[in-house]
């Protein structure tokens, strides 16, 4: 008995490979905005902590709160030059979606090909098994 040979395991290899390419680069977008919002939520944080820090004060001057202002505003700069970088992040984000979907899909395909390949070859062995085997033994019917 012949065993079963997909003709295109080497493709559907590369095609996994490629799948597993695509969910590695959407975990690097992933992990790139999450570093992000880590640094975004630093940044506001120290913000905070620095404000508080200042308004505890006993005493405090003009210089004080001519600082404190310029470092909000650095602050409010940074940030907003983080949400443009996450906006982008975002957008590759989706469009590396959409390639991982695709890779899936392509994938999903020559999977289905290949049980489909393997339910015909079963098929056609079991037949040819049934055609090489010798015929049952005829019995007679018992009489009534």
Same mark, same amino acid.
């Given at each position: 008995m012949? =065993?079963?040979?997909?003709?295109?395991?080497r493709?559907?290899?590369?095609?996994?490979?490629? #799948?597993e +390419?695509?969910?590695?680069?959407?975990?690097r977008?992933?992990?790139a905005l999450?570093? =992000?919002?880590?640094?975004?939520?630093?940044?506001? !944080?120290?913000?905070?902590e620095?404000?508080r !820090?200042?308004l505890a004060?006993?005493t +405090?001057s003009?210089?004080?709160?001519?600082?404190?202002?310029g470092? *909000?505003? &650095?602050?409010? #700069?940074? /940030?907003? @030059? #983080?949400d443009?970088? *996450?906006?982008e @992040?975002?957008?590759?984000? &989706?469009?590396?979606q959409e390639?991982l979907?695709? %890779?899936?899909? *392509? +994938?999903?395909?020559?999977?289905n #090909?290949?049980?489909r390949?393997? %339910?015909?070859?079963?098929?056609?062995?079991?037949?040819? +098994?049934?055609?090489d085997?010798p015929?049952a033994a005829? *019995?007679p019917?018992p /009489?009534s």
């Amino acid at each position: 008995m012949k =065993i079963f040979r997909f003709r295109l395991d080497r493709v559907l290899d590369w095609r996994r490979t490629e #799948l597993e +390419m695509e969910e590695n680069r959407l975990k690097r977008l992933h992990a790139a905005l999450a570093a =992000i919002d880590r640094e975004r939520a630093g940044l506001v !944080s120290a913000c905070d902590e620095a404000s508080r !820090s200042v308004l505890a004060r006993a005493t +405090m001057s003009g210089a004080d709160l001519q600082l404190l202002s310029g470092y *909000r505003a &650095a602050v409010k #700069l940074q /940030c907003a @030059r #983080l949400d443009g970088k *996450r906006r982008e @992040r975002e957008q590759e984000t &989706a469009a590396q979606q959409e390639k991982l979907l695709a %890779a899936r899909r *392509r +994938m999903r395909l020559l999977e289905n #090909l290949k049980d489909r390949r393997m %339910a015909e070859w079963k098929y056609e062995t079991e037949q040819q +098994m049934a055609a090489d085997a010798p015929p049952a033994a005829k *019995r007679p019917f018992p /009489c009534s």
